[in-house]
């Protein structure tokens, strides 16, 4: 079974600041989808970014770009020039690319509150 | 386009009684997924529906069950309420069953066992 484990609960950031979201993942599968979700304090989750486990170049999405390190099983989410708005819980998800059964479950982490400060 | 829709978005329930919780697609999307958000053990795979089929079941007891409609629509039942049900409920609709298609999320639906 797969696992993710995002090991900071809480993380706090001043406004314009850069911050580095942490998350490893255990898995015996060689293909295999990564994402960040954020969870603002409206509950609605929202896709942040997604890594295809065959790409080797990390993938961006305006402000929020991933680091992937596969061998490590890594996979970590920095946002730059943070705002307000980006205040929320930060969730790293696990997706087989198996295309039966459990294709499209997620497996979460627990978590990381993100504070954005003035 | 219409997001996922999930009704009631509150809900108190007594313990032994039942709940169904409704959840609709995105419309065209025929893939919809359950997962129980909680303090104590984060967000946790329920169970997945294609073309009314459970596809995929994750492991809860047999009090949780669902099914799909063929508009896409799906719900969820949890009988016999006890306290540790006490959740956020989410619902994910997906275009097609499979591995290249992003999950969107509804609000969810709080449920509170009394």
């Known amino acids: 079974a797969q696992t993710v484990t995002q090991s900071q609960p809480e993380m706090s950031v001043q406004e314009a600041e850069t911050v580095t979201l942490s998350c490893t993942y255990d898995?015996?599968?060689?293909?295999?989808?990564l994402f960040w979700y954020k969870q603002p304090p409206s509950r609605q989750m929202i896709l942040v970014i997604r890594?295809?486990?065959?790409?080797?170049q990390n993938a961006t999405e305006n402000r929020f770009s991933v680091n992937f390190q596969k061998a490590a099983k890594s996979f970590s989410l920095k946002i730059s020039d943070s705002q307000l708005g980006d205040a929320a819980m930060y969730f790293c998800?696990?997706?087989?690319?198996?295309?039966?059964?459990?294709?499209?479950?997620?497996?979460f982490g627990t978590g990381t509150r993100l504070q954005v400060t003035l | 386009k219409a997001g996922v829709t999930q009704t009631p978005r509150y809900l108190i329930k007594t313990r032994g009684q039942q709940v169904t919780l409704s959840c609709s697609p995105i419309s065209g999307h025929r893939s919809v997924s359950w997962y129980q958000q909680t303090p104590g053990q984060g967000l946790q795979f329920l169970f997945e529906?294609?073309?009314?089929?459970?596809?995929n079941k994750g492991n809860f007891p047999g009090r949780f069950s669902g099914r799909q409609f063929s508009n896409s629509r799906s719900e969820m039942n949890v009988s016999t309420l006890e306290l540790g049900d006490s959740a956020l409920y989410l619902c994910?609709?997906?275009?097609?069953?499979?591995?290249?298609?992003?999950?969107?999320f509804g609000p969810g639906t709080r449920l509170t066992v009394l």
């Open positions: 898995t015996s599968e060689s293909d295999y989808y």
């Open positions: 890594q295809e486990a065959y790409k080797q």
């Open positions: 994910a609709s997906t275009y097609l069953a499979g591995v290249h298609n992003e999950q969107f």
């Open positions: 998800a696990y997706r087989s690319a198996v295309t039966t059964g459990t294709a499209s479950k997620l497996t």
């Open positions: 529906y294609f073309s009314e089929t459970q596809r």
